[in-house]
């Protein structure tokens, strides 16, 4: 189950291990994707805190950690194909992994219902 937040990232927790991503109305607003700046694995980050940047043709973007915990993988395959991003932004455009510090942290974020009510106040 996917869970978001404000700032449009996306996170799915499989066997204790958080994937992270940005959401398609994120890399629709972004547009082309051409590069990315990801964590280091091991780097602990804060709910909240920049943990990666994406940028586009139009614009560059930081990503946010949804949740706090240590960063246990990245997408490497980012760094030659950033455009897996703008594809499939919820599947092999995933940005890093993560072991969340705090899993009761996931269940306070929006859940797909609510987020498209937010990305549709967005869009008007």
Known sequence: MLRFTEDHEWIRVENDIATV??????????????FVELPSVGAKLDRGAVAATVESVKAASDVYAPVAGDVTAV????????????GEPTGNGWLFK????NP???????????YAALTSAESH
């Not at 993560?98 to 510090?101: G, H, I, L, S």
């Open 104 to 114: 009761a942290e996931i269940d306070a974020l929006l859940d797909e219902s609510a």
């Open 75 to 86: 997408n490497d395959r980012l760094a030659q194909e950033p455009g897996l991003i703008n």
């Open 21 to 34: 991503g940005i959401t398609p109305f994120a890399q629709e607003k972004l547009g082309d994707l051409v």
């Open 98 to 101: 993560m072991k969340p510090a």
